[in-house]
């Protein structure tokens, strides 16, 4: 494995996690699946037996640089790779594919999302090692989560027969989030998994599988190859991600590619989604109740969760399945079942109280 | 009414406000009726076309006097009465008569709860007018309202017949907090009127009550007669308070005394019982919505009530009927309906948190 590469996507700056998560704050620097780590840590520690620090490159938006090498303060400085523009995943996952092949021709990378969690440290280096191995021919590698229920917002992806490389399955193909009813065929018929949006393949492998169905993009970063440092580096991909079209990996690169496998994986994986996953990640009391930071004080109070400054007191008399997220300057309060609507807070707030976002 | 005295009851330090409400903020000194003006600076203006403030005093605990002055600057300082020991109702009320009587024999005390509101003005100044009037003959006299539903919180008086005196009729007899059945049948009955705790008598009529029915409490703060400045009274008043007995003006003289009277009033009387009342008297949107000092996201929200501090963003999804109070220190969430149970949370934070109580 002296060969493998991390490239950890953390550009994110979604709103799900509002008020906690902020613009500067987002959700892969917020502790919401531990109470000590953040799900970006906690993604690095867990390659961590396979990927030393200095092979681990933290792919994120300028903006959150400076916060992001803060909370890997084990990598490099340098490996904190910073995008002048977010142009979505494909030119991420390229730049860490021409940075890695520069420094090692045979480079393999680990293409992670920073704010996942999984419950099963083991098992999940377990399914890396397997990835790692379907990836030694050239083969794009993703890893496929046994669907639990009909989720609708997934991608799944379909098996093929199995031939050959023991762990992994040829893709079929790949189905952006379906609706419900296909959602529901998918699990019923077996031969489904859910794109979990974790990559592995060979760096000149990808870099290949760029040229041929995103030579735009392979274009605009190729020059990576040949730069002599980090300030060299960090100017071609300024000129690079102006050029560059934004387009997702996953559509621009994995549905397109011919050799595409993938490894089931048994993990406890969780893409934590919203404030209900935080909930369903925590450790609950009897009463099903999760908290975080705060001092509570539960008066027949069932399933709730709350998440507070430390040491505020939060009492909660006589409700069930709500959620409560208190920070010094907002404060939330919906039922658990409301937890997509933090966007419609968000968009109201959006050129109203920009310094809470 | 250049006899008239106001003697307001402000010792009150009771926690159905928490976490708004403190030991050294009790809910008088809040501005929960109103936005700008707390319930005791209310009670004061509302007098004040009768009652200048050289004759309002305000009877309040040792601990809450720096406060309560802040509240009223109105008043001079030594018109805040400071009681060393809380001992109910009947030693504040002597205090004032005795102070009143000092000042002028022809005292006319009106002695009024700090903590409730009214929403007419003008019709409850008649109500004081006619108050007075009836008191004139030496009557103790308080005002009852017509009760609007059942309710199992309030004291009742029972109405005897009208004789003479237009405004008033005399007191049958007072009923404590009577159960739901009994206080239904007081409702139907139309010969019942909820006690709103407010008395008018002249000094020496309720001084003679005292010596007769408590003459415990009469003994020990008659010296007051003879001070000669604040710090004497407050030193007689010291002595005072260590021998007099605890109770209620109520319980100790009203429900003993003879010659009692009630004047019905209609002037939007509210005593501001709970979180639920202080929703019920607010400016609510078209949804049923009420807040106070925070900024506002509703979605989905009915009749719901926040109190925050200014400026801080509470949003609100996809909920009926919840009161949010948040403090920097401390937050409480609950239903309406469970405003009573405020208490079991203050309780739960008794020697764990009191300095958030």
Request: aromatic residues 6%; contains cysteine.
């Amino acid at each position: 494995m002296e060969h493998l590469f991390a490239v950890v996507m953390a550009g994110g700056s979604g709103t799900r996690f509002w008020p906690l998560s902020r613009r500067l704050m987002p959700k892969q620097l917020l502790a919401l699946a531990e109470a000590e780590r953040s799900l970006l840590a906690a993604t690095l520690d867990r390659v961590a037996p396979l990927v030393p620090p200095e092979r681990a490159l933290v792919v994120t938006g300028l903006h959150l640089a400076e916060g992001t090498r803060a909370a890997v303060p084990q990598l490099p400085p340098e490996n904190v790779l910073a995008e002048p523009l977010a142009k979505n995943t494909a030119p991420c996952v390229a730049w860490g594919a021409y940075h890695a092949l520069r420094r090692d021709p045979d480079a393999v990378l680990a293409v992670l999302a920073a704010d996942h969690f999984v419950q099963r440290p083991g098992a999940y280096l377990e399914v890396v090692r397997k990835a790692v191995e379907a990836a030694a021919d050239g083969s794009l590698v993703t890893v496929g989560i046994q669907p639990s229920r009909p989720e609708t917002g997934y991608g799944y992806v379909e098996l093929g027969e199995p031939v050959g490389l023991g762990g992994s399955r040829p893709v079929l193909r790949f189905v952006e989030k379906p609706d419900r009813a296909r959602a529901e065929e998918f699990v019923r018929s077996g031969r489904f998994l859910w794109n979990s949006g974790q990559f592995f393949f060979r760096a000149d492998a990808i870099v290949r599988a760029f040229e041929e169905h995103l030579p735009a993009v392979a274009r605009a970063l190729e020059p990576i190859l040949s730069a002599e440092g980090a300030d060299d580096e960090a100017r071609i991909v300024a000129d690079a991600y102006r050029e560059a079209p934004s387009i997702s990996i996953d559509h621009g690169v994995m549905e397109r590619a011919a050799r595409v496998r993938v490894v089931p994986g048994d993990f406890g994986w969780s893409d934590v989604g919203s404030w209900t996953t935080a909930w369903e990640l925590a450790d609950k009391d009897a009463a099903g109740n999760a908290s975080r930071g705060g001092e509570l004080v539960w008066v027949d109070a069932r399933n709730c969760y709350v998440h507070a400054p430390a040491g505020k007191i939060v009492a909660l008399v006589g409700l069930d399945d709500l959620v409560v997220v208190d920070t010094p300057d907002a404060l939330l309060v919906m039922p658990r079942e409301r937890a997509q609507d933090v966007r419609t807070v968000v968009e109201a707030l959006r050129g109203r109280r920009d310094d809470a976002l």
